[in-house]
């Protein structure tokens, strides 16, 4: 016996969920295929000043109700709402549950069936919207005049069918019907949901009308199609500091490939500025970030991000604990950097390392130069100072400052490191630096001309590759 989990927004509309519901049963019994149903109690907000409010909150509590049972585990969702039909598109996009639409499949089996001629019982969405999805193969029979109030009446409550004198719903539908037949259709689609509850009666009493409610049931349970796979979507700790954060964002903007707004990188930035001084904790006892960073990463998992990133060189000696809790792999904004530098410059590179003594001192530099055969040199204590004073000086970068006495401070280290050294590379291994002194791939500085890497760009550069390759496996942004 096989299984199925399917959920159904019966808080949209109760009774004609049930029916989903008995039918998803019935179905899988059928099929030796036990169904389990899971139930949204999600429900569409009754009233609404204008209608493009009263169209946007249908469109919400849909997608609610499908998330609500995305979450849940269910293999499909069907939203027991006729009108939800036309943006079904539209919803599908935000999810990765498949919705199946209650009129799946439809268009082919009337078709394989000779059946030309349709007519619509009712009038919650439009003609047009039927006659786009069914294709020129068909032809929809027009209403006559007399039957919109009779449709309007029959979309209201119970008591109001009363106030007009209806004997009940089934008998005016069935008058609706038969004039639809008189027209020259040859079957019947209820084109309200209200009204597709009654079909099973009215197919009994000899009216030739589509049971959208069965049809979406069996559709789900015979041919549920496979999730869809999820856009990549980033997710980047900020406020390491501010400004750092969104030299990161703007550089992952620019490195981007796109021609419109639609072909740029999801990305979701958990900015926290009072996460705790990661250099002031690894060198003078200071408030420990771990947890903070911790919350932030746990978020953004949350939030179903692909990969995490952090634009703090710093904060990375704190990533080995937060990857012990946190499944979401990191893009290491260190290894990014010295990929680039191992590509360009292969053993020949000799990097000099321009950073926060904190990030001196941990190794996470060193240790991957280390590991990949390059060599590596950091600035001596007086120049380590200036570099230092570049960062957290009061004319330095995290005071606002991007040029006068924080480059000079810079520059000074930099000189020292080609000079003394005979680097042909320099690493801005604070991301506060590149917002004194830009990337580039042929930098004069004390005589030499030496390659200047962002390790910023760099990851930006990796995460659009990573983004780019993801797409190319999905088909989907």
């Known amino acids: 016996m096989g299984f199925k989990k399917i959920g159904v927004a019966c808080g949209i509309n109760p009774l ?25 109690a999600e429900e569409m907000p009754l009233e609404a000043p204008t209608p493009r409010i009263a169209l946007g909150d249908r469109k919400i509590a849909a997608f609610l109700a499908a998330s609500e049972l995305q979450k849940a585990g269910c293999e499909a969702v069907i939203i027991p709402d006729v009108r939800t039909e036309p943006f079904l598109p539209e919803l599908q996009k935000e ?8 009129l799946a499949g439809l268009p082919e089996s009337l078709k394989a069936e000779g059946i030309r001629r349709i007519g619509l019982l009712g009038r919650a969405v439009p003609q047009e919207f039927y006659e786009k999805l069914f294709g020129a193969d068909f032809e929809f029979v027009k209403p006559s005049e007399d039957l919109a109030p009779i449709y309007d009446i ?27 037949l008189e027209a020259g259709a040859e079957v019947l689609i209820p084109n309200c949901t209200q009204m597709a509850r ?46 750092a954060t969104v030299d990161l964002y ?20 958990e900015q926290n500025p009072q996460i705790p001084d990661r250099t002031a904790s690894l060198l003078h006892g200071g408030v420990d970030p771990t947890l903070a960073m911790f ?38 904004m260190q290894q990014a950097a010295l990929d680039e530098i191992k590509a360009t410059l292969g053993d020949k590179a000799r990097i000099g390392l321009l950073a926060t003594t904190g990030t001196v001192q941990t190794g996470i530099y060193s240790d991957k130069a280390k590991a990949m055969g390059l ?26 400052f991007t040029d006068g006495v924080c480059r000079d401070d810079l520059l000074s280290a930099a000189e020292v490191l080609v000079r003394d050294h005979g680097c042909n590379c320099l690493i801005l291994g604070c991301t506060e630096l590149p917002l004194i002194l830009d990337e580039s791939d042929d930098f004069e500085v004390a005589g030499a001309h030496v390659v200047v890497i962002d390790p910023t760009a760099a990851l930006a550069r990796k995460v659009v590759k990573t983004a780019e390759e993801a797409f190319e496996r999905t088909g989907i942004r």
């Open 250 to 269: 703007d550089k992952i903007v620019k490195a981007t490939p796109a021609k419109t707004d639609q072909e740029h990188i999801k990305v979701v930035v």
């Open 16 to 40: 004609p969920g049930l029916k989903i519901k008995a039918w998803l049963i019935a179905t899988g019994s059928d099929l030796d295929m036990e169904v389990e149903v899971v139930e949204s």
């Open 154 to 180: 029959l979309q209201s409550p119970g008591e109001a069918l009363k106030k007009h004198g209806f004997s009940s719903e089934n008998e005016e539908m069935m008058k609706a019907g038969e004039k639809l």
């Open 375 to 400: 060599a590596m040199f950091v600035p001596d204590a007086e120049h380590q100072e200036r570099v230092m004073a570049a960062i957290y000086g009061p004319k330095g970068a995290k005071a606002g």
């Open 295 to 332: 919350n932030c990463a746990k978020r953004l998992e949350d939030d179903e991000c692909d990969a995490i990133i952090v634009p703090c060189n710093t904060a990375h000696a704190f990533l080995p604990y937060l990857q012990r809790f946190i499944r979401t792999p990191f893009i290491n």
């Open 198 to 243: 009654f079909a099973e009666e009215l197919r009994l009493r000899g009216l030739p009308v589509i049971d959208l409610l069965r049809n979406s049931a069996v559709e789900a349970v015979k041919a549920t199609p496979k999730r869809l796979p999820k856009p990549f979507k980033v997710g980047l700790i900020g406020g390491l500091g501010p400004a």
């Open 95 to 102: 999810l990765q549950v498949p919705v199946i639409s209650l």
